[in-house]
């Protein structure tokens, strides 16, 4: 009895001035004759409430009424009062706590929030739905405008073909900027690079359908014998399907020869057959490496089983059958015996110019010849012409009542002939295969010159065909991307990007860290060297545990895509794969998506780091003899016969190493204009360099055979002292391991280019 009075009392004593705190916040005007407030209620309201804090002004979010939203909303009727009643910690000190607790009932726990399932995200079209041209031709516009302005292209041209029609044709810039000549897409001629190659794989296909050629037998079969492939120790043949897939085990060679400004020294096809053969470094079918030889082989293959010469038969059999009068393999020139007929004059007047961008603006480029090896790169054409061109494709081989090629090869480009993991291409007979956004796949090819890059993919579950090309020698990541963004942005439901790293790999880090070298590569000489510090990439596991994979394209991260012992990779933000080879669980080798070549791992020898590590101590050996000469003592001179001729071996080797790290620098401060490296090659200043480094490695291994004699010396009178005898110890030493990892990157070899 004694606890409910005291119990009374203190709620009467409670409510009288809460109540007055209430009315005093309450800024709702006070409603008359308003009903009598309802009893206590039965749980307890939270201190918070009863004396609120002041309220922060938000910023307006979606679901926040905006200002001139609450201006409009009608009053809403004042909430009647309720009594509180006041948790333990609130009572008056007058009043036990515990019987505080007692008076009022614990809360019933808040249910837990239930999570919200976003909307699934969708993408704009479904497969069987076309995209409506006005929307692509805004896409195009957007992405090709700023891409030309931030990556400084002259002109570009561009066709999109779906449901057997063209649905966009355009072109963008200059063809020309002396006088200047706006790119046309019905006339304008672009360079086609290894686009070219999809005219030969077709030509070779006919012959298949014709019974002149067989996949599967030896390549050497279809070629005059001058021009055989040599077995050069390996026991399996080259066969036609290994030219294909690019797994005949070719290395590859291009500086000085694959490209040509002076037309004097364009040869026959087969006569550059015969004098560019290059070296075998694989077994056939066991690495796929991107062969512009193995190409041009099965273009010649194709013109020995025809009877006919490479460019007219891809006329009589592709060009004319299809209407493409603006697309053609042979080049401006003059007539010449023994080479292909010029490029006929009304087209030779429409053919774009090449340009580099440099500091001072748009640099125009020589036209590049390429007919000496013209089934790999030799074709121009406009984009008119190669939305025709992807049209048939895309009605397998047919289109206006022509028949380019029956349904068994249409079902083989569209076939990889190689098993390669998910999203890395394997080669459809010759065409490239591209994963694409949203699950959809594609063939085609990429292309390349010096100053002109294009692409071509077609989306057969679509029925879309994309064609682009640019005339500037910065146009690669527009026509890479350009396809693959309009599927993306048409035909694939938005991703969440970035995507999050592995703390699994972040542990395994070791697994994959290190220097790889490509396989298509030159394997010796000069141009071997060049190849191993361009073509390289490093891995690493960057914080977050993404793999980081730097070459000369820059730096791209991946995260895994399935088990990590899978090795399979995909980019965290975009599509693009990367697949792991493994050796006793430590990643051997790497696979990127287009198929073009193998990424393997380098021992430490082959690694800049190391090369540049030995140039380094050289260079400061060579500076400190040379040194050592001006400031030695008079008693520093004293020395034998071997020492004395050793001394002068030792300054020569300085002077000559110094020079050659000198001219080797300087070329490599001249080679920023690859067109220069190209037809230069391999010039003066490489030549040099090399012949100073091969002497100066010559003396080196006489000092090194003298060390024994230097030590013996004689009486300290006319001897070296110790001192010296280790200096010139250490000096032989790292010569001699310079000029040894020199010669391993193939750079002591001045006569082969």
């Avoid at 897939?245 to 060679?253: I, L, P, T």
């Avoid at 000198?662 to 920023?672: D, I, M, P, R």
Wanted: proline share 9%; glycine share 8%; hydrophobic share 45%.
């Amino acid at each position: 009895m004694r606890s409910i009075v005291f119990a009374v009392a203190a709620a009467v004593l409670l409510l009288a001035p809460l109540a007055g705190a209430v009315a005093q916040d309450d800024t709702t005007p006070p409603v008359k004759h308003a009903a009598p407030s309802p009893g206590l209620p039965k749980a307890p309201i939270p201190y918070a409430k009863l004396h609120p804090k002041p309220a922060k002004p938000k910023a307006a979010t979606p679901a926040t009424t905006t200002p001139s939203a609450a201006a409009a909303a009608p009053p809403k009727p004042a909430p009647v009062a309720q009594a509180p009643i006041v948790h333990a910690e609130s009572a008056p000190p007058s009043l036990p706590a515990d019987e505080a607790v007692a008076a009022a009932p614990a809360p019933a726990p808040a249910p837990p929030p239930q999570p919200v399932t976003p909307p699934a995200l969708t993408a704009r079209l479904s497969a069987g739905q076309a995209i409506p041209p006005a929307e692509l031709e805004a896409f195009a516009d957007g992405l090709l405008k700023d891409a030309m302005a931030r990556e400084h292209i002259a002109g570009a041209t561009v066709s999109v073909v779906q449901n057997g029609q063209v649905v966009l044709k355009k072109g963008y810039g200059f063809a020309s900027l002396n006088p200047q000549r706006a790119v046309n897409p019905d006339k304008t001629l672009f360079r086609l690079g290894s686009i070219s190659k999809t005219f030969t794989w077709i030509a070779v296909m006919k012959e298949v359908e014709a019974g002149r050629i067989r996949l599967n037998q030896p390549v050497n079969l279809y070629l005059p014998e001058k021009v055989q492939v040599k077995d050069q120790g390996y026991d399996q043949p080259v066969r036609v399907a290994n030219l294909m897939d690019h797994s005949a085990g070719f290395e590859d060679r291009a500086l000085g020869q694959l490209f040509e400004r002076n037309y004097d020294r364009v040869r026959p096809l087969d006569l550059y057959l015969r004098q560019e053969r290059p070296k075998r470094v694989h077994t056939p079918g066991a690495v796929s490496s991107y062969s512009n030889y193995g190409a041009a082989l099965a273009g010649e293959a194709v013109t020995y089983t025809s009877g006919k010469p490479y460019e007219r038969l891809i006329e009589d059999e592709i060009l004319n059958p299809l209407g493409m009068a603006h697309t053609t393999f042979r080049e401006p020139h003059p007539a010449k015996a023994g080479l292909p007929a010029p490029m006929p004059e009304s087209l030779a007047d429409n053919v774009s110019d090449g340009y580099r961008w440099t500091p001072l603006g748009f640099e125009r480029r020589d036209y590049e010849f390429i007919g000496q090896i013209a089934p790999a790169g030799a074709g121009s054409s406009t984009a008119a012409d190669m939305a025709r061109y992807m049209l048939m494709q895309l009605g397998g081989g047919q289109i206006d009542g022509a028949a380019i090629y029956n349904a068994t090869t249409a079902q083989d480009f569209r076939t990889p002939l190689r098993k390669t993991p998910v999203g890395i291409n394997g080669w459809a007979h010759g065409f490239m295969v591209f994963d694409l956004p949203g699950g959809h796949r594609g063939y085609g090819h990429g292309g390349a010159t010096l100053s002109f890059f294009s692409n071509m993919v077609v989306v057969p579950d679509l029925n879309l065909g994309v064609f682009i090309s640019t005339n500037t020698a910065t146009g690669r990541p527009l026509v890479t991307r350009f396809p693959e963004r309009i599927v993306q942005h048409f035909y694939a439901a938005p991703e969440p990007f970035p995507r999050a790293g592995s703390p699994e790999l972040a542990q395994r880090a070791g697994d994959y860290a290190g220097h790889y070298l490509t396989t298509r590569r030159a394997y010796s000489g000069l141009e071997g060297f060049v190849d191993q510090l361009n073509n390289s990439a490093s891995v690493d596991v960057a914080h977050g545990g993404l793999l980081a994979i730097s070459d000369r394209a820059g730096v791209r991260t991946f995260v895994p895509e399935g088990a990590l012992d899978e090795g399979r990779f995909i980019a965290s933000q975009g599509s693009e794969r990367v697949a792991f080879d493994f050796a006793n669980g430590t990643a051997r080798a790497f696979h990127v998506a287009n198929g073009t070549q193998v990424f393997e791992r380098a021992p430490f020898w082959r690694e800049p780091m190391t090369l540049a590590l030995l140039m380094g101590l050289a260079a400061y050996a060579a500076v400190a003899t040379l040194m050592g000469v001006g400031f030695r003592n008079r008693r520093e001179f004293r020395e034998n016969q071997i020492q004395t001729r050793a001394s002068l071996v030792q300054n020569i080797q300085a002077v000559l190493w110094l020079i050659s790290l000198g001219l080797f620098g300087l070329w490599a401060l001249k080679s920023g204009d690859e067109a220069a490296v190209m037809y230069r090659w391999p010039g003066v200043l490489m030549i040099t360099a090399s012949a100073c480094a091969l002497v100066a490695a010559g003396l080196t291994a006489t000092t090194f055979l003298v060390l024994p004699a230097i030590w013996r010396g004689g009486r300290r009178v006319d001897s070296w002292s110790h001192l010296r005898k280790a200096f010139f110890t250490i000096t032989v030493l790292i010569y001699a391991a310079f000029s040894t990892d020199l010669a391993l990157w193939g750079a002591l070899s001045p006569w082969s280019g």
